[in-house]
């Protein structure tokens, strides 16, 4: 199975500050990593696909990149609706697997 | 506008079963992969099984012999079939549609509660 390490688990930040949370996979998953957002008592909502495409609706100000094993997402200028747990997951190959989450809180 | 929307879930026994349904609109189910995915309380997002669109499925180890999903297509209706449930299941599970390489959309999700 593909594990997925994401860092860090916690992130304290203000409202405007840049924040990138990074997602390590075990072994390679061709790009086909996800990032979602989640806020408390509300389903996933997808971010970006294929590690570094947006989704259509999100904020610019939400990118992703990387390849091959390591992964991150970038908020360029946090806002406070950001203010949220993400994951990141890999669909590469079955089971299909989680990170275990980056909670970013007001500082 | 793609809808899913899931029901069925409640108090259950260990050892009981329960079915979840997700019934969607907007969308034709038949030509469709979708997942289940679970959530414990306070915890992360776990995988929970995929059926693709010509009926092939996929499990987690954690439910592989348990748990069954599955499609009535004439209805639009995904369901997830939950037998010999243990304590470790109480969640949330949510339904989502496979659109490429991402799960886009995503159900409200149902609570699932397995307790004497």
């Known amino acids: 199975d593909v594990q997925l390490t994401q860092s860090p688990t916690f992130l304290s930040a203000s409202v405007g500050d840049r924040v990138t949370i990074t997602c390590r996979a075990s072994?390679?998953?061709?790009?086909?990593l996800a990032w979602y957002q989640q806020k408390p008592g509300k389903a996933p909502k997808l971010l970006i696909h294929a590690a570094s495409t947006l989704q259509s609706g999100v904020p610019s100000r939400f990118s992703g990149s990387g390849s091959g094993t390591e992964f991150t997402l970038t908020i360029s200028s946090l806002q406070p609706e950001d203010f949220a747990t993400y994951y990141c997951?890999?669909?590469?190959?079955?089971?299909?697997?989680f990170g275990g989450g980056t909670k970013v809180e007001i500082e | 506008e793609v809808q899913l929307v899931e029901s069925g879930g409640g108090l259950v026994q260990p050892g009981g079963s329960l079915r979840l349904s997700c019934v969607v609109s907007?969308?034709?189910?038949?030509?469709?992969?979708m997942h289940w995915v679970r959530q414990a309380p306070g915890k992360g997002l776990v995988w929970v099984s995929r059926i693709t669109s010509d009926g092939k499925t996929v499990y987690a180890d954690s439910v592989k012999g348990r748990f069954t999903i599955s499609r009535d297509n004439a209805k639009n209706t995904l369901f997830l079939q939950m037998d010999s449930l243990r304590d470790e299941d109480t969640a949330v599970y949510y339904c989502?549609?496979?659109?490429?390489?991402?799960?886009?959309?995503w159900g409200q999700g149902t609570l699932v509660t397995v307790s004497s």
């Open positions: 989502a549609r496979d659109g490429s390489w991402r799960l886009d959309p």
């Open positions: 072994q390679g998953i061709n790009n086909y």
């Open positions: 997951q890999q669909l590469n190959s079955s089971p299909l697997t």
């Open positions: 907007g969308l034709t189910l038949s030509t469709s992969w």
